[in-house]
């Protein structure tokens, strides 16, 4: 499993900036494309308990969406998990 997840949509403009600044930040995603994979979205959903994209995931962690995101980048906390992910790889 990639260490962060984005569930997008290609239309999504919140989508769109979530994706931007993980790139500006260097963080590495896997991005998961729902717009027109109902299978797909179902399971954010039922990962998530939300309808709305994106949705973030940091290992089986919900981040939540674009505004959660930078939220925890400001708190310290994307580093955070990001580093427990990445000790966690080591083990």
């Known amino acids: 499993?990639?260490?962060?997840e984005i569930y997008?949509?290609?239309w999504c403009p919140y989508c769109g900036f979530a994706k931007a600044f993980l790139d500006?930040?260097?963080?590495p995603f896997r991005?998961?494309?729902v717009t027109s994979d109902h299978l797909l979205e179902r399971e954010m959903r039922e990962r998530s308990g939300r309808s709305a994209v994106p949705q973030i995931f940091i290992g089986?962690?919900?981040i939540g969406g674009c505004n959660d995101l930078v939220t925890a980048?400001?708190?310290g906390l994307l580093a955070e998990l990001l580093q427990a992910i990445d000790k966690e790889g080591m083990s």
């Open 8 to 10: 997008t949509k290609s």
């Open 60 to 62: 089986d962690q919900h």
């Open 31 to 33: 991005e998961i494309d």
């Open 73 to 75: 980048e400001r708190a």
């Open 1 to 4: 499993m990639a260490r962060l």
């Open 24 to 27: 500006d930040k260097n963080i």
